[in-house]
């Protein structure tokens, strides 16, 4: 046993004698130190260890060197990810018929999968035989601009110059005088064979392809090129579209082959043919603009987007868009049953924009348009016309349901066809010679000026109302008084001094109508009766009632461009007289205004409003949208089906209603001759009021006046309100023929061929009824 | 080693005072930050949130309590326990093969079952714990020469041909290397040669390296592997990487707070690691290295002072296991070691990880207990 003492530096050491003396070997200091380190736990938790603080280190220096990585890795930047976009939401008009809907389309992106140029110039050339074989449309922005079957130039040497000098392109410079400029110099190229040889070499393709093949190659390359900075940051490009399934499966099997190609999905705005009869509803889609796309980056929208610009594809973009999802690609791969490092359901889905009901009735729409179309035709092919007739043009109508405010129909003439916009932009010849029709550019500038067909006349258009405007005319002589429902009288002399003005009543100039009732006044459209009642009435009153039926109000329909229009009284004439003394509102003013002249401006859907109003004595808000319902059937948005009662006595509203039955069944009626309408008051009544309002052009430009009409029906039980107006369409009167067919469409009753067809339709100009 | 009771459950003494909370307090610190790491990640709009996270909750619970549950069992059981679990998990490899068991994995691997009650499970994980102890025993049968060398050897060798094989042909390279990596770890602290040991890792570089290249690797695997020694070869490994390591670096001190979350592919499990950075910073980070290490250090501890050989290699053959799955998830995360789709344990979602873990963890405990309580 050896005897453990202590030295003086307080550890044990072992009594020299006795270990000496029993040949025992004693561990020393070393061999315990030695056991310890040999110990294999001990050496295997020492590995472990130098692995955990290797982790620690390595963890720690990007913890705390975070921000210059992170820097780093944003400036590289390589997202193997690609947008993946959304469907756009449908739009159903009120039978569930789509006026718009999207079409999946099978696109090609190439990303950049690192090849050698020379490797990738070769796949590219396959690639096009292979879209030649498969009839693929190949994207390539280079067409507008070069051909090189023979080498030319598209455009002029200003596009040129701007296009090569492009700052995200070729960034060439601007051609000096005396320079000779040659393919590996870097001044614009304006020798298309120069170009080709520039294009070659920037694309190192190598000499030895053929002419045709080189042209293969830049097309697909020039695409690429035109987003370089993306696709080299690992963004994918796409170069085709409308691919046929059988070449995706093709090109991913081989994908070791085509390397970087990856199979994607976009969508394409489909207009059924419906659409067209609701293209002012509907909208249209284009480009997102520089600046509408700052204002969205942020939530996900991208350069290539389409975004709406009018109508309820503008109105509800956000709505529709949808949000696009975004997808982990899988390229490149040396085997061909491998490879997939990313399931189908990584990243983020796309998230289906959400559809859109309309309470907008394609039925409607068609019958609307087309009688409209046909009128309009009709005037302008008229033989016995005094010059003004031929510059019938153009209008617009609302039908609108009085109960709830659901617009049923609205219509413009000159209108568009939405698909062909889309068609433009896939570059379809005859679409594009529209879309300048459209925009008014290319020689189209003068006749778009005056048709307008983008311009959705029903809520941006403003009219004058003309006679449409009596029945505020009476509503506020009958509240302040000036005439009763037990004595409405009024005596109309022609010439009659109303207001220091002499005015002359239009149906008869010579003597006037004689005393008349408010019945008689609406159904004659007497201009000198409402002259006077509402020169008694005063003007702020009859502004007053204005307002209340929502006239010169934005009715808060839920379209974009809603115009407010002007209300005749004394601060509109203020604001719009320039000279002082015009500022003055004049008794004869009040004259003006009481027949819906003077300053008085408003749009169709106001004239819809307030009709229903005075068929229901409530203000309904028009609306087209019924619903918007997301993906999974929750509703996200719904149209505004509230009232507001307007409380207008009931005694009053009565007599203005039955004036306006008169003007369909009285003898004196403005509609009266018209038998067809008649005959159909027989089954629905009706309850209408004609306008023809002057437009101030009429001795400039020998032009005709507007003709307006408003209706609703039937008149004891008021379902719809119809609104309508041909610009230059002369008499309100014989615009009723568009009301007719949208009323018999609306209570599907069709015309009766029996009783007097020829009679029924009214002549141009055939009649002169008073005031319209 | 006979306890005098024929029973195969005992109830120690002082159970709680005999739990190695040294073993037991960085497991349960793991978990949690599992769990409130996963809540974050999953959050971030994975498919099934938050049932998922209830899931893998309820399993962090039901492990800790098998966990605990094991070490009531005798421990000279565990030869037995052992033998099963290797010749049931062997079985449910080969139900891998049949068509209607399995489930066609999306992540690249053909490794799941699809068991009734149990529901999608991964037999190789049990295998592991199966062959470890199945050697653990057969080492010491070579130590204590109850078997000749070569036999024993021989034996080895048999017990390991048929699961690693089907582990191999699924393939599943990473738990094929992790069970590689806990038969180091166990022949090594059996105390093999170190020549044999130099001898036997210059050999498998030679000779097995290649062959595997050539006849096991799938060629995603062969550019794994090569992305990491030559840089820019696998451009997919390399984003896995790069959004990692972005995703650890936006972590900073005590995480990202900046709202934005850093895309990372399979973040809920194989990248676990970046979130726990992103979530939890260099705190959360040194968390996680210092617990585990603790750990794998105190089995390695209680190893070393385990008088019973076996159960000394079926802790260290257990702590490899896990120590390799600590290393390779966390170094694969910052960019030290190749990808392997391998969990972190105790922290990365799914079922089948945790509950092998905490089987796994429970054996260890009852080792350890057993080294705590009276010997009888």
């Known amino acids: ?231 080299q940051n690992g963004n994918p490009v796409a170069i085709a579209t409308d691919v046929s399934p059988a070449l995706i499966q093709i090109l991913l099997e081989q994908n070791f082959k085509y390397q970087g190609i990856i199979a994607s999905k976009d969508y394409r705005r489909i207009y059924s043919p419906l659409a067209k009869y609701s293209s002012h509803v509907v909208g249209y889609l284009g480009k997102i603009s520089e600046e509408r796309l700052a204002e969205l980056k942020d939530i996900g929208y991208t350069p290539t987007d389409l975004v709406g610009q009018s109508g309820i594809e503008a109105q509800m973009e956000r709505y529709l868009h949808g949000t696009q999802g975004k997808q982990p690609y899988n390229i490149w791969s040396s085997s061909a049953e491998s490879g997939a490092f990313y399931a189908e359901d990584m990243g983020i889905q796309p998230v289906p924009g959400a559809d859109v009901y309309l309470t907008i009735r394609s039925d409607l729409q068609q019958a609307g348009l087309e009688a409209m179309k046909e009128y309009i035709e009709e005037a302008a092919n008229s033989p016995k016309k005094v010059p003004g007739y031929k510059t019938a043009n153009a209008g617009a109508f609302v039908v609108l349901d009085v109960k709830t405010g659901a617009i049923l129909g609205m219509g413009s003439y000159p209108d568009y066809d939405p698909n062909d916009f889309i068609l433009a932009m896939e570059g379809d010849a005859q679409a594009n010679e529209q879309i300048k029709y459209y925009l008014g550019i290319d020689g189209y500038e003068k006749i778009t000026e005056t048709d307008k067909p983008l311009f959705n006349r029903a809520i941006s258009g403003l009219y004058a109302p003309g006679s449409t405007y009596k029945m505020v005319t009476a509503l506020a002589a009958l509240k302040n008084g ?42 004659t459209s007497c201009n000198i009766y409402f002259q006077k009642i509402g020169h008694d009435t005063g003007i702020n009153e009859l502004d007053a009632m204005g307002k209340l039926l929502g006239l010169g109000e934005l009715s808060g329909v839920d379209l974009p461009g809603e115009m407010s229009g002007i209300r005749s009284n004394r601060e509109t004439k203020k604001l719009l007289r320039e000279d002082e003394y015009d500022r003055k509102w004049m008794p004869a003013d009040t004259a003006q205004s009481a027949i819906g002249q003077f300053d008085h401006l408003y749009t169709i859907i106001q004239l819809a409003r307030y009709t229903a109003a005075v068929a229901t004595n409530n203000l309904v808000t028009p609306h087209v949208i ?110 009723a023929v568009i009301a007719e067919e949208l009323l018999r469409v609306y209570f599907d009753l069709p015309i009766e061929t029996s009783v007097g067809s020829e009679e029924s339709t009214p002549v141009l100009g055939d009649y002169y009824v008073n005031g319209g | 080693m006979a306890t005098g009771k024929s029973g195969i459950v005992q109830l120690r003494n002082n159970y709680f005072r005999s739990v190695d909370y040294f073993l037991l307090i960085p497991v349960v610190v793991l978990t949690i930050i599992g769990i409130f790491v996963l809540d974050r990640v999953l959050s971030e709009g994975y498919e099934g949130y938050p049932q998922v ?163 096991f690797l799938e060629p995603y695997q062969k550019t794994r592997i ?128 945790l509950m092998v873990s905490y089987i796994s963890f429970g054996i260890i405990l009852n080792i350890a207990m057993e080294r705590k309580s009276p010997q009888t």
């Open chain 1, 1 to 231: 046993m050896a005897n453990r003492i202590v030295d003086e530096n307080g550890l044990y050491v072992f009594d020299q004698d006795h270990t000496s003396e029993g040949k025992i070997d004693q561990p020393s200091i070393l061999d315990i130190i030695m056991a310890f380190v040999g110990n294999r736990y001990f050496i295997l938790a020492v590995i472990f260890s130098v692995f955990g603080l290797a982790i620690f280190f390595k963890t720690s220096v990007l913890q705390f060197q975070g921000t210059s990585y992170l820097v780093t890795t944003a400036e590289k930047g390589v997202p193997r990810q690609y947008n993946v976009p959304a469907p756009r939401g449908n739009i159903y008009d009120s039978n569930g018929v789509a006026l718009a809907s999207t079409q999946e389309v099978n696109t090609l992106l190439i990303a950049n999968s690192g090849m050698f140029e020379d490797d990738f110039n070769a796949m590219l050339l396959e690639l096009s035989y292979l879209f030649d074989e498969y009839n693929v449309t190949t994207i390539s922005g280079l067409d507008q601009y070069y051909s090189a079957e023979p080498f030319e130039f598209l455009k002029d040497e200003d596009e040129l110059i701007l296009w090569q000098t492009g700052k995200n392109l070729f960034i060439l410079k601007e051609p000096a005088p005396g320079i000779v400029v040659t393919y590996n110099d870097d001044y614009v190229k304006l020798d298309p064979q120069v170009f080709f040889l520039y294009l070659r070499d920037l694309f190192k393709i190598d000499g030895a392809y053929t002419t045709d093949e080189a042209y293969r190659i830049i097309r697909l390359r020039y695409q690429i090129f035109t987003d370089n900075w993306g696709f």
């Open chain 2, 226 to 353: 090569l992305s990491f020694v030559f840089a820019g070869s696998d451009p997919h490994g390399e984003y896995n990487l790069i959004q990692s390591k972005t995703a650890i670096a936006s972590g900073g001190l005590i995480g990202n707070r900046t709202g934005s979350v850093v895309w990372v592919p399979v973040k809920q499990s194989d990248f676990i690691y970046s979130a726990v950075s992103e979530h939890m910073g260099f705190i959360g980070t040194t968390a996680v290295v210092f617990l585990a290490f603790f750990f794998l250090a105190r089995c390695l501890y209680v190893g070393a002072k385990t008088r019973q050989k076996s159960y000394s290699y079926v802790l260290v053959g257990l702590c490899g296991s896990f120590a390799f799955h600590f290393i390779e998830n966390i170094g694969m995360g910052v960019g030290l070691l190749p990808i392997t789709g391998i969990p972190l344990p105790f922290i990365s979602l799914g079922g089948t990880s």
């Open chain 2, 53 to 215: 996270l209830y899931r893998q909750a309820i399993a962090g619970v039901l492990g800790m309590s098998i966990a605990l549950l094991i070490c009531l069992i005798h421990t000279h059981f565990l030869k037995i326990i052992g033998w099963i679990i290797y010749a049931v998990s062997t079985m449910l490899l080969i139900l891998v093969l049949i068509d209607n068991f399995s489930m066609v994995n999306t992540w690249g691997a053909d490794s799941w079952l699809n068991l009734p009650v149990v529901g999608t499970f991964q037999p190789s994980e049990l295998s592991k714990i199966g062959l470890i102890v199945v050697t653990a025993y057969l080492l010491e049968a070579i130590k204590d020469k109850e078997i000749p060398y070569f036999r024993g050897i021989a034996l080895i060798i048999a017990v390991y041909a048929v699961p690693v094989g089907l582990i191999m042909k699924q393939p599943d390279f990473g738990t094929t290397m992790v069970i590689m990596f806990s038969l180091a770890c166990m022949i090594f602290v059996w105390g093999i040669k170190y020549r044999y040991l130099f001898l036997s890792i210059s050999g498998a570089v030679v000779v097995l390296l290649p062959l595997m290249w050539q006849f």
């Open chain 1, 626 to 735: 019924s619903e918007v319902v997301a993906e999974d059937g929750t509703i996200l948005y719904s149209g505004n089906t509230d009232v507001i009662p307007l409380g207008i006595n009931e005694a009053d509203l009565k007599l203005v209603q039955d004036g306006m039955k008169q003007v369909v069944d009285s003898e004196q009626g403005t509609i009266y001759k018209y038998v067809s309408l008649r005959l159909f008051s027989g089954q629905i009544p009706l309850a209408a009021k004609t306008g023809t309002a002057e437009t101030g052009w009429e001795e400039i430009r020998k032009e005709y006046s507007n003709g307006l009409f408003v209706c609703y029906a039937p008149a004891d039980d008021p379902q719809i309100a119809i609104a309508l107006v041909v610009e230059r369409g002369e008499w309100g009167s014989s615009t």
């Open chain 1, 482 to 523: 000036v005439i009763t429902p037990s004595n409405s009288w009024e005596t109309c002399d022609s010439p009659s001094i109303v207001g220091g003005w002499k005015f002359k009543c239009l149906s008869r100039p010579n003597g006037g109508h004689g005393p008349l009732r408010l019945g008689d006044a609406m159904a």
